[in-house]
DNA sequence: CGTATGTCAGCTGTACTGACATGT
DNA sequence: CACATGTCAGTACAGCTGACATAC
């Protein structure tokens, strides 16, 4: 039987997670979809990768990185070639349009949220806000 | 330009959203679709509704509440009565076994998130957890 | 051969919009 | 009539599993 505090959090955490997930959706944001602007971000931010590697990273299985990073390829945001070292291993990497977009996209999707933070949050309530998403990233990590 | 702590702390939270929202998913929990149990559950805290009461209460729009609703219907968890007061309206129960299912449901679902918080966590940071999830409740306060 | 990478096809869950019947 | 409630049909997104080709 877990710490009742434990179990009032898990609670809270969840309705918090619906209601905030629903709210977040309706936020226009470019023509990205959230994955694909996810994905955007991250190689602009690690550079070169591969949908196995993307996959990992998002938390999803490869199979659901190919649909995102075909779509994202429709767009001409990525630019594909082959691992001269590893023929099975695609190199992604973004396109100048791509890296053009990631900027642009990331200024306008957070713009919504940080200014709502900004709006509604005293500092001292965003330090307790920000030490407690940096708790709760345990929670994403592998097994133990 | 927002404080650059709450420019940081959207961009936390974004993340955390995506990853733990993947892990909430990998979850078992009974039969029960995720919306369907939130409806299940808010059925048996807040007692008879309406479809339109429940779309709004969940944050979706009332055709997407009705696909959620059949599929309770379905399950024979739910009864719907015409109102008597307004034939537009139907009043919504919770049937003897949508009530037994509440409960269980309840239990399962968050078993799994209230253990590894217990796990990972000490006290003094589920504190800092609790306190940031009621600050964050605000977020989702209509207008102000 | 077994393992790893990546793709395609098909399914599910969830929400959306538009059109519409019905009741106030 | 306008308005509110609720439904059905069609669509989009994002994940999943299974089957498979290809390269190591």
């Keep these: 039987m ?3 505090a434990a179990s009032q959090a898990a609670d809270d955490l969840v309705a918090l997670f619906r209601r905030l997930r629903a709210r977040l959706r309706r936020v226009p944001s470019g023509s990205l979809t959230p994955s694909q602007a ?12 591969s949908t196995t590697v993307l996959a990992l990273a ?13 779509a994202l390829g429709d767009l001409g945001l990525i630019e594909r070639a082959a691992d001269p070292e590893d023929g099975r ?3 992604i990497t973004l396109s100048p349009a791509g890296r053009a977009r990631a900027l642009a ?5 957070h713009a919504w949220l940080a ?8 500092p001292a309530e965003l330090a307790t806000i920000a030490e407690a998403l940096t708790l709760l990233t345990r929670l994403d ?3 133990r």
């Design 2 to 4: 877990p710490d009742p």
């Design 38 to 49: 996810a994905v955007l971000l991250r190689l602009h931010r690690d550079g070169a990768s």
């Design 58 to 70: 998002e938390g999803v299985r490869s199979q659901s990185m190919t649909a995102t990073l075909n």
């Design 89 to 91: 291993r695609q190199l």
């Design 105 to 109: 996209d990331r200024q306008e999707r």
């Design 115 to 122: 200014a709502e933070l900004d709006r509604r949050f005293t």
């Design 141 to 143: 990590d592998p097994g």
